[in-house]
């Protein structure tokens, strides 16, 4: 499972104007449903990798997620509505980049180990 990380889950600043923490309202609500599923799927995962479950309908998954999480923590909640040229352009950019930086450190690992720990991300 690839998992585009495209909202970030943290900020290294806490909000302080009503504006910031609007914004952080707005992404930890839209995580919400996200931190939720990835939980509910580590935990079947951690039973069918302990043996606990042994039904040939659940399989051990393997977890990865390509993030700009920095780069992406820098706009606000209104750069969400914004259609300019060169703005898309750069988030394109920034996209390319990071799944190349991606691919280069975790292409050997896929479909033999997670390249990210989901339960620390996200449980």
Known sequence: MVIIQI????????PVTMRDILDRIN????????VHEMAGIANISNLVEGGALDDDRYTT????????E???A???ALSKMNTERG??????DI???????WIAENFDRLGWESTMDVRAKYV
């Open 74 to 76: 820098q706009f606000g």
């Open 70 to 72: 920095a780069e992406l």
């Open 7 to 14: 909202n970030p889950l943290n900020h290294p600043d806490v």
């Open 95 to 101: 996209g390319y980049e990071t799944a190349d930086r």
């Open 61 to 68: 998954v393997r977890f990865h997620e390509i993030s700009a």
């Open 87 to 92: 703005f898309l352009e750069h988030l394109h």
């Open 27 to 34: 992404e930890m609500t839209f995580n919400a449903s996200l």
